[in-house]
Structure formats: structure tokens, C-alpha cells
């Protein structure tokens, strides 16, 4: 391994703890020249699910392609690069037990979405803009009106 600082190829790990299940290993590791500390994660590859495009195009699932749209939806956010990794590892948990070779980049960005409301609704509003392609403002402000009314809220703002 690599250290992402100096680029040397030794280091020990500090410290291995099991995540999700056992499905996956997280390491804290040292490098021997630099000493600084990273983390690194080890997870067994799962099948090759496809995923199918709006366009019809079919890609292989990225888990990484996962991890930056969430990263972007959080960002400047209070949420923890741990807590996307946790969604990322449920919603992949999720998408590999479905027991079918291909899934809808639809279905998976509504999962998104889902967790997303559970967790933060800043986040959650950036992403289901980006995801639904929000045509004008209206579109927009008619999403941010169903989460407050789903949650009881109300900002004293009422339809005309």
C-alpha cells in the first residue's frame, strides 16, 4: 500500500475493525518513512451488477461513482465521511441481495434519496435536485414544500 503523503510502499496497521456484518475491514495504518496515519478499506468484490442508464447504456455499479454524489449532496453539511461510507455500504448491501444482474440508475437514485431524507434535509434537497432535474423554481420549491409538510413544519408561508 502506498502512503498517500510520501508514496512510500511500507507501512503497519494500527488497527483493524470490522465494518457492517464483516463485510468489510477498516484499517488505520502508519507509514514507516513519513509516519503519518491513513485509512484504508478492504471489502470482498461483490458480483458485477450492472447498471442501466436512463439512455439504455449499461456500466459497471460504481461504488466510488456512489460515495462522490452523496459526498456532494453533504458537502458543508454535519455529516461525517463515516456516515456516507455507512449509506454507501447499506444501499450497496442493499442493490447486491437483489439477486438481479441489472438495476435502474432510477432505483438506485431513489434509494439515495430515501437515505438522504432520513439524514439531512439540506443534502437530501441537493441531490433529488440534481437527481429529478427540477425544471424552474416552482418545481423546486413544490419539493422543499412536501418535506416541511411532511415533517409537521410549517414557515407561515401559505399557498395563495
Known amino acids: 500500500m502506498k502512503c498517500p503523503y510520501c508514496g512510500f510502499n511500507e507501512d503497519r496497521v494500527?488497527?483493524?475493525r470490522e465494518i457492517k456484518n464483516g463485510s468489510s475491514v477498516r484499517r488505520r495504518r502508519e507509514c514507516k518513512k513519513c509516519k503519518k496515519r491513513f485509512t484504508t478499506y478492504e471489502r470482498v468484490e461483490s458480483f458485477s451488477l450492472?447498471?442501466?442508464k436512463k439512455d439504455g447504456r449499461r456500466e459497471k455499479f460504481s461504488r466510488e461513482k456512489l460515495f462522490s454524489g452523496l459526498r456532494k449532496a453533504c458537502e458543508k453539511r454535519p455529516i461525517s465521511v463515516d456516515?456516507?461510507?455507512q449509506i454507501v455500504d447499506?444501499?450497496?448491501f442493499f442493490l447486491n441481495n437483489q439477486n438481479?444482474?441489472?438495476i435502474p440508475t432510477g432505483e438506485?437514485?431513489?434509494?439515495?434519496?430515501?437515505?438522504l431524507k432520513k439524514l439531512d434535509k439540506v443534502a437530501y434537497i441537493r441531490f433529488a435536485s440534481v437527481y429529478r432535474e427540477f425544471k424552474d423554481?416552482?418545481?423546486?420549491f413544490d419539493e422543499l414544500k412536501k418535506i416541511c409538510y411532511l415533517n409537521g413544519e410549517s414557515n407561515g408561508r401559505e399557498k395563495d
Not at 108 to 115: P, Q, R, T
Not at 137 to 140: G, H, I, M, N, Q
Open 14 to 16: 494500527v488497527d483493524s
Open 50 to 52: 450492472m447498471v442501466v
Open 83 to 85: 456516515k456516507i461510507e
Open 90 to 92: 447499506k444501499i450497496e
Open 100 to 102: 438481479r444482474n441489472e
Open 108 to 115: 438506485i437514485g431513489e434509494i439515495v434519496i430515501e437515505e
Open 137 to 140: 423554481v416552482d418545481e423546486f
